[in-house]
C-alpha cells in the first residue's frame, strides 16, 4: 500500500519520496494491536496485574478494594468496589491519553447489562433483534426452543459414532 501526496503539494509527482506516519491509524490491521499494547501499560503502571488466562484483564487486589480493568482495542470497562480508584485510575488515563467517560456500561460487545440491586443482568437481545434485521426476519414467528432445559450430561454414557459423508 502506497500513500500518495495530495495534489496541491509542492513535491507531488516525485517518485521517490515516502511519508513517515507518527502515529497509527485507524483501520490498519495492526492498529488495534498497537493500541492494545499502548493501553495495556498504563494499568500496569497503575499497579494493575495482568490476568494470566486474559491477556486483556488487569486485576488489583488489596485489603481494602478491588479494581478490574478489561481491554477491547481502545475500548475500556473499568469497574471495582472503590470509586476513588477508579476516579485515580480515570485521571491517570486521562495524563497519557485523550479519553472520554460513556458512564455506567450499557451495552459492549452485543451485549446488554442491566444492573439492579439484585445484581448484574446480561442478554443479547438487542444483538439477535439486528442480527433478524439484517437478514429480514425481524417478523418472523417466535419458536419455544426444542431443547429440554433441564436435561444433565450423562458422562457414564459411550460418546457417539463420527460419521463422514
Not at 137 to 157: E, F
Request: net charge positive; hydrophobic share 35%; with cysteine.
Amino acid at each position: 500500500m502506497f500513500l500518495k501526496l495530495p495534489l496541491e503539494h509542492p513535491q507531488n509527482g516525485s517518485s521517490t519520496l515516502v511519508c513517515k506516519l507518527h502515529k497509527s491509524i485507524y483501520g490498519l490491521k495492526q492498529s488495534s494491536r498497537a493500541w492494545h499494547a499502548k493501553l495495556s501499560v498504563a494499568p500496569e503502571d497503575f499497579g494493575s496485574t495482568r490476568s494470566t488466562t486474559n491477556s486483556s484483564l488487569f486485576i488489583q487486589l488489596d485489603s481494602t478494594h478491588k479494581l478490574v480493568v478489561l481491554i477491547y482495542v481502545d475500548d475500556l470497562i473499568i469497574t471495582g468496589s472503590n470509586g476513588d480508584s477508579i476516579t485515580q485510575l480515570k485521571r491517570s488515563l486521562q495524563q497519557q491519553f485523550s479519553i472520554k467517560n460513556l458512564g455506567s456500561l450499557k451495552y459492549f460487545l452485543g451485549i446488554e447489562m442491566a444492573t439492579s440491586r439484585k445484581g448484574f443482568f446480561l442478554n443479547q437481545c438487542k444483538y439477535i433483534i439486528d442480527l433478524l434485521k439484517d437478514v429480514d426476519m425481524l417478523h418472523t414467528k417466535p419458536v419455544a426452543n426444542p431443547l429440554n432445559n433441564k436435561l444433565t450430561l450423562d458422562s457414564s454414557s459411550e460418546p457417539l459414532a463420527s460419521y463422514t459423508h
